[in-house]
């Protein structure tokens, strides 16, 4: 089964601390790609962050890490500093090829508040 | 660069009525994805063009169709539509195999039916 778990439906995290969200998911693809997506209230999904999953080093971009365990399928989200702007949910998703692209197949999210 | 557009914003149409939703892709690209979002759920695939062929779908009716224009804009139709279509529809454009993929969404069509 094609899957993306995400276990924690809502996250709070004070200003300026880090917060850590998990998601795992299930693939017997060899060729994959794996990102976390942004949703604010605006709805518009935004690129946060993408992982090649042929690649070992855990990608990087400015406040947000990737923690990526091939082995045990996990890819959890770390936000560093975080600030009120982060406050939306956030999807994991992982892309499955086709025949001249790919598909995205996301989790059900978790919402991450941020408090003052 | 121009991101991706979708339109319109809001829709509300009656059961068994037919709706086209429309989406023009980002400079550059030439694959247009289409996904579902219930309230309080992730996307859920419906289908993919690619260079204006189909190249995917989704567990989704033969009601749900597409099509996709030579500047690669597209255009998702439902036909006889149910109460369970009311949903944010997606669009999302990418570059073929470029980036794994990558997929860069537009604001959504937030479809009510009544």
């Known amino acids: 089964a094609q899957t993306v778990t995400q276990s924690q439906p809502e996250m709070s995290v004070q200003e300026a601390e880090t917060v850590t969200l998990s998601c795992t998911y299930d693939?017997?693809?060899?060729?994959?790609?794996l990102f976390w997506y942004k949703q604010p209230p605006s709805r518009q999904m935004i690129l946060v962050i993408r992982q090649e999953a042929y690649k070992q080093q855990n990608a990087t971009e400015n406040r947000f890490s990737v923690n990526f365990q091939k082995a045990a399928k996990s890819f959890s989200l770390k936000i560093s500093d975080s600030q009120l702007g982060d406050a939306a949910m956030y999807f994991c998703?992982?892309?499955?090829?086709?025949?001249?692209?790919?598909?995205?197949?996301f989790g059900s999210g978790t919402r991450l508040l941020v408090r003052p | 660069e121009t991101g991706v557009t979708q339109s319109p914003t809001h829709l509300i149409k009656t059961r068994g009525q037919q709706v086209t939703l429309r989406c023009s892709s980002q400079?550059?690209?030439?694959?247009v994805s289409w996904y579902q979002q219930a309230l309080g759920q992730g996307p859920q695939f419906i289908f993919q063009?690619?260079?204006?062929?189909?190249?995917g779908r989704g567990n989704f009716p033969p009601r749900f169709s597409g099509l996709q224009f030579p500047n690669y804009s597209s255009e998702l139709n439902v036909n006889a539509l149910e109460l369970d279509d009311s949903a944010l529809y997606l669009c999302?454009?990418?570059?073929?195999?470029?980036?794994?993929?990558?997929?860069?969404f537009g604001p959504g069509t937030r479809l009510l039916v009544l």
């Open positions: 063009y690619y260079r204006e062929e189909e190249n």
């Open positions: 693939t017997s693809e060899s060729d994959y790609y």
């Open positions: 999302a454009s990418s570059s073929g195999l470029a980036g794994g993929g990558t997929q860069y």
């Open positions: 400079s550059g690209h030439n694959t």
């Open positions: 998703a992982y892309s499955i090829r086709m025949d001249s692209s790919y598909k995205l197949i």
